[in-house]
């Protein structure tokens, strides 16, 4: 196997979007993986893209804001505040968590099974739950 070759793993990618509003065309170095709904979320992932070849190393994670119209930053494109990095991945894990939160940072995590929310999420809906009700 060439070095090149080794530089890349394939993941089934499961997007979480923390934010309180729609989202779409989020990428992931330039792939495409979906979209997400706003809150409330009660566990799961917002979507699923399958077979996404990823390269080792930094990540770079965009998105667009939705949400309902007249809404302030609809149609913008955000760049995560900060560079994931992907490094030496186990050939086991077929999955990748890709976490996007409303301070603009992303979390992204390979899994062996199905991805589940992380404790930075948890709070988050918590505290959503709270100020909204369930």
């Known amino acids: 196997m060439s070095a ?3 530089q890349i793993a394939y993941f089934d990618v499961a997007l979480f979007s923390y934010l309180d509003r729609p989202i779409f065309d989020v990428y992931l170095n330039g792939r495409d993986i979906g979209l997400a709904a ?13 077979g ?14 939705g949400g309902p119209k007249g809404m302030i930053g609809n149609g913008d494109t955000v760049k995560a505040k900060n560079t994931p990095i992907l490094t030496n991945v186990d050939p086991n894990f077929r999955y990748l968590g890709v976490h996007i939160y409303p ?3 992303v979390e992204i995590i390979p899994e062996r099974y199905w991805p589940e929310k992380t404790e930075k999420g948890e709070a988050i809906n918590r505290a959503w739950e709270l100020k909204h009700g369930k």
């Open 52 to 65: 996404v070849e990823v390269k080792l190393g930094d990540q770079k994670i965009t998105w667009r804001l």
């Open 103 to 105: 301070d603009n940072t």
């Open 4 to 6: 090149e070759k080794k």
């Open 38 to 50: 706003g809150q409330p979320h009660r566990g799961e992932a917002n979507g699923l893209m399958t």
